[in-house]
């Protein structure tokens, strides 16, 4: 499709275990970018990669949260021994510009549910 | 990054232009005023930006106070699909990581 692709659309954890979340970006897009969204709150900002280099990360909650994009395409959030708190949707935009000059396209989001 | 300040609600009838206000007192010159809306279950959309001058597009029109404090996004024939919660962010325009800070947004509810 012509849109940000993200799968899996529902993911449900065990507390303790580890979950990948995979983005597939706009074709040609250089920017990439993780956003956290709980129940009723708007989205907050996790991380950002121009192309292959992960250039802001100061939004990622803690050190169980990694992200990557190796060849400036397909993009992956891990969380490592998740939480109940992880618990949101999260979601991943991508842009055809270098930083913020144009519009954000995001993908429907990965619902994670942590038990 | 500037911060906004949003109604929590809003209802509107549906063929009426919908008018969402935004204040950003403290937006500085080279901060940009930003709308994006997210329907339920889905992914936020770009609406419109603008600096200072007035903007128009398809989806609307954003209107931007003289003294950039306030801006108003105008939808002019509101359908029952544009509800949604619409975000007012600020951010710089060029040169920025783009870190949008969303809020908490205005649920916007088009009503028969």
Not at chain 1, 43 to 66: C, H, I, V, W
């Amino acid at each position: 499709g012509a849109g940000v692709s993200q799968s899996p659309r529902y993911k449900v954890a065990k507390r303790g275990q580890d979950v990948a979340l995979r983005c597939d970006p706009i074709s040609g897009h250089v920017s990439l970018f993780w956003y956290q969204q709980a129940l009723g709150q708007g989205p907050e900002f996790l991380t950002y990669f121009q192309n292959e280099a992960q250039l802001d990360k100061s939004g990622l909650p803690s050190d169980r949260f990694f992200a990557e994009r190796p060849e400036g395409s397909v993009s992956t959030l891990k969380i490592q021994r998740t939480q109940q708190e992880d618990s949101a949707v999260y979601l991943c935009a991508s842009s055809l510009l270098r930083g913020l000059g144009g519009e954000l396209f995001f993908g429907e989001g990965s619902r994670l549910t942590v038990l | 990054d500037a911060k906004t300040t949003q109604p929590t609600s809003m209802d509107c009838a549906e063929g009426r232009a919908a008018n969402l206000p935004c204040n950003h007192s403290t937006i500085s010159g080279n901060e940009y005023v930003y709308w994006y809306r997210q329907i339920h279950s889905q992914g936020p959309q770009y609406i419109i930006h603008g600096l200072k001058n007035n903007e128009t597009n398809e989806m609307a029109s954003l209107i931007i106070t003289e003294d950039r404090k306030s801006s108003t996004l105008i939808l002019p024939h509101a359908t029952l699909r544009d509800t949604a919660v619409y975000y007012c962010i600020v951010t710089e325009g060029s040169g920025n990581t783009g870190k949008l800070i969303f809020g908490q947004g205005t649920t916007l509810q088009v009503k028969p």
